[in-house]
């Protein structure tokens, strides 16, 4: 399950949301992924089990830090749009379209931080079952 290697659209938030969606396949799955990887006891000696893991392992690593990476960017990208729109503001206080600009890239931002939070529990639950299963 390979994450997509397009480049984030952090201008969007609903697009940016469906991008995190997508690559939060392998986590939502991962339960599923380990049942089909790992061998039962009556196939232990057919399927190499830890090979397997080691795998999912990495697939994982990998998800994790493109996600993490697209996330940390794009705050920073809108989070540069917040502070060329503050100094424009201070410019021009009197500008109610920049105003509104303003408040919605700032809660743009909130909302993309906000996703480094969820990232955090995601990574936690498709560990702590990777855990479990791979003892």
Known sequence: MAAPSGAASCEDFAEF?????VMRTIDDRI????????PTASFVGKVD???TCKELYQSLMDAHTSRERIIKNCIAQTSSV???LREERE???????????LRKEQTKLKLMQSELNVEEVVKDRS?????????
């Open 31 to 38: 339960v599923h992924e380990l049942n089909t990887t790992i």
């Open 17 to 21: 949301q469906e991008l995190l969606r």
């Open 49 to 51: 089990a830890g090979e």
């Open 127 to 135: 560990w702590k079952v990777l855990g479990q299963f791979t003892r």
């Open 91 to 101: 410019k021009a206080q009197d500008d109610v379209a920049l105003l509104k600009q």
């Open 82 to 84: 917040v502070k060329t």
